[in-house]
């Protein structure tokens, strides 16, 4: 995993993480954990500001670079992963956490 600067529309400079695989079958299996903490800093970032969406990560195949995003309109569904993921790993100071957050 490497980091990159994105320009946001509103002209922000944002450091996110780059996950590069050779197959994207890879990619949950070898970052899980570091897609959902990029997730969760995502939302954090989103709850303070008005922004519709927002950068997230990229993921490197071949060299062909994809930038996920979260968009505020079907945010729901990635409050429920994490919320899914953090407490299968126990954290339940973090499922707290993301349930206080503006979104």
Same mark, same amino acid.
């Given at each position: 995993m490497?980091?990159?600067?994105?320009?946001?529309?509103?002209?922000?400079?944002?450091?996110?993480?780059?996950?590069?695989?050779? *197959?994207? *079958?890879?990619?949950? *299996?070898?970052?899980? +954990?570091?897609?959902?903490?990029?997730?969760?800093?995502?939302?954090?970032?989103?709850?303070?500001?008005?922004?519709?969406?927002?950068?997230?990560?990229?993921i490197?195949?071949? +060299?062909?670079?994809?930038?996920?995003?979260? +968009?505020r309109?079907?945010?729901q569904?990635?409050?429920?992963?994490?919320?899914?993921?953090?407490?299968?790993?126990?954290?339940?100071?973090?499922?707290a956490?993301?349930?206080?957050?503006?979104?």
């Amino acid at each position: 995993m490497r980091k990159k600067m994105h320009i946001t529309e509103s002209g922000r400079k944002l450091e996110i993480p780059v996950f590069e695989v050779k *197959d994207p *079958d890879d990619l949950y *299996d070898k970052y899980r +954990d570091e897609i959902y903490r990029a997730i969760l800093e995502c939302m954090t970032r989103m709850s303070s500001r008005s922004c519709s969406s927002w950068a997230c990560f990229a993921i490197e195949i071949n +060299d062909e670079e994809l930038l996920f995003n979260l +968009d505020r309109n079907n945010i729901q569904e990635q409050i429920g992963l994490c919320l899914q993921y953090y407490e299968s790993i126990e954290e339940y100071e973090t499922c707290a956490y993301i349930q206080t957050l503006n979104l």
